[in-house]
C-alpha cells in the first residue's frame, strides 16, 4: 500500500503562480496530478516516471505547468504558473506502480486532494 501526502495550493489570482507538492510512502513507478472542477469529471494534468523522467501533460496546461521529482524523496512537485480561473479545482496527487500516468491510465493510488482557487 502506498500512500500519497500532498501539500500546497492555496488561492492565488489569475496570473500567479502556485507549487504543489506529493510524497509518497513507497516505491512507484510513476506519479502525476489529476483535477476535478465542480461539476466536472476528475482529469489527467500532469505525470512523470522514475525511468528515465519522462513527462506527460494535458494539452490545457502544457507551457505552463512544470512537473518535477525527486526520485530519493519518491517526491512529485507541480509548478503551476500563469493560472487562470478555470484551472480551479481540486487537485489530487496520483501514482502507479509499473505504467506510466496519462490520459486513459488510472491510477492506483491516490492522495486525498488540496484545492487551489485562482481568482479572477
Known amino acids: 500500500q502506498v500512500q500519497l501526502v500532498e501539500s500546497g495550493g492555496g488561492l492565488v489570482q489569475a496570473g500567479g503562480s502556485l507549487r504543489l507538492s506529493c510524497a509518497a510512502s513507497?516505491?512507484?513507478?510513476?506519479m502525476g496530478w489529476f483535477r476535478q472542477a465542480p461539476g466536472k469529471a476528475r482529469e489527467f494534468v500532469a505525470a512523470?516516471?522514475?525511468?528515465?523522467?519522462?513527462?506527460d501533460y494535458a494539452d490545457n496546461v502544457a507551457g505552463r505547468f512544470t512537473i518535477s521529482g525527486d526520485n530519493a524523496k519518491s517526491t512529485v512537485y507541480l509548478q503551476m504558473n500563469s493560472l487562470k480561473p478555470e484551472d480551479t479545482a481540486v487537485y489530487y496527487c496520483?501514482?502507479?506502480?509499473?505504467?506510466?500516468?496519462?490520459?486513459?491510465?488510472?491510477?492506483?493510488?491516490w492522495g486525498q486532494g488540496t484545492q487551489v482557487t485562482v481568482s479572477s
Open positions: 496520483a501514482a502507479h506502480l509499473y505504467r506510466q500516468l496519462r490520459v486513459g491510465v488510472y491510477p492506483e493510488y
Open positions: 513507497g516505491r512507484t513507478f510513476s
Open positions: 512523470i516516471n522514475w525511468s528515465g523522467g519522462r513527462t
